[in-house]
């Protein structure tokens, strides 16, 4: 530690005091309250111009209040773009403006769920139209009382997963629940459902088919596979018993039937774990959905038989003209 530098500014810009110079870090710093002189430090913020222009872009959803028009950014200048000169006040202004809005019940919660829906989204890869429409579905239900007194977190991967849901995009909870360990994946289902009411949320249930997929990549499973449990999806679609199902449970089970039939066997533990649920719910799932196939196959059977009954004994029938093949003798042949 040594005198300040000379050419420097020589008393802080927080309490006046006398500046000192650390040799290891280069930096200026003040002697009586700690602050570090930014003044010497080159200034990679952008110019004027690009505040100007910056301002000049349509407000985004990812800001947390927009609604407050004065929020001081690390930048001295004006609305204009020029530099403002007392920065001793400036700073004080600053403090007092990040004061007030950390003070607003309102806007700290969304300030803080804005850090979550990012950090989720982040970890999932999620493209930026699911977190701009999370954070509209989060102020929404801030604003209508829905989610005062809930766990933040949780309400941000509920958010995350209405917004995924409506955008077409695969997201459970509990992916989320993998990947931030803040967020348990039963609550974000019940807040999901919380927000989906109190909001009159509606939009097409996701599919099973459309996890199939990633389920199949994270399990090593081949095309072949995959292309089989789709047709099994495609077979179990209507079925009453399994229409309140999870569709990601669904596509497991599938999976799981798929890759016997193909002589890809695959432990169930690995497929539950690729699907984010239990080996438990792969052999329920699975169980129910062999007994709805074969409900499907004897109906099949059945169908096929009355078609033989009514195109002839045989069942082969020209698929042209839809009559049955009469059987002649060679005698009749020749007459």
Do not use: W
């Not at 773009?81 to 004061?99: A, C, I, S, T, Y």
């Not at 239900?141 to 005062?148: C, M, T």
């Not at 249930?205 to 090593?220: D, L, Q, Y």
């Not at 018993?241 to 799981?256: C, E, F, Q």
């Amino acid at each position: 530690m040594s005198a300040m530098r000379s050419g420097s500014p020589s008393l802080c810009k927080e309490c006046r005091g006398e500046l000192g110079f650390d040799p290891e870090t280069g930096e200026n710093f003040c002697m009586s309250c700690g602050v570090v002189d930014t003044s010497t430090i080159e200034n990679i913020g952008a110019p004027p111009e690009a505040v100007i222009s910056a301002r000049a872009q349509p407000e985004s959803h990812l800001a947390y209040d927009l609604q407050l028009h004065t929020l001081i950014g690390g930048q001295n200048v004006d609305a204009s773009g020029h530099k403002v000169g007392d920065d001793l006040g400036f700073n004080q202004l600053r403090r007092l403006n990040n004061m007030t809005i950390s003070r607003n019940s309102k806007t700290s919660n969304q300030l803080k769920a804005s850090f979550e829906i990012a950090r989720i989204t982040d970890a999932l890869k999620l493209p930026a139209s699911v977190r701009i429409q999370a954070e509209e579905t989060y102020r929404r239900g801030l604003n209508a009382g829905i989610i005062s007194g809930r766990s933040i977190s949780n309400m941000a991967a509920a958010s995350v997963m209405i917004s995924a849901s409506s955008s077409g995009v695969p997201c459970s909870s509990d992916e989320i629940e993998r990947c931030i360990e803040a967020v348990s994946g039963r609550t974000a289902r019940r807040y999901y459902k919380l927000l989906i009411r109190g909001l009159n949320i509606e939009f097409d249930r996701t599919t099973p088919s459309r996890h199939v997929p990633g389920i199949a990549g994270r399990a090593g499973l081949s095309t072949k596979v995959e292309r089989r449990a789709l047709e099994i999806l495609a077979v179990v679609r209507d079925s009453p018993g399994l229409v309140d199902k999870r569709p990601v449970s669904l596509a497991g089970a599938a999976l799981y039937l798929a890759s016997m039939e193909e002589g890809e066997r695959v432990n169930q533990l690995k497929l539950a774990y690729a699907a984010g649920i239990t080996p438990i719910t792969i052999r329920k799932r699975s169980t129910e959905m062999q007994e709805v196939l074969k409900s499907a196959k004897d109906a099949r059977s059945f169908l096929d038989e009355l078609r033989r009954e009514e195109h002839g004994e045989d069942g082969r029938f020209d698929r042209n003209s839809g009559a049955p093949f009469q059987h002649t003798t060679d005698l009749e042949q020749s007459v």
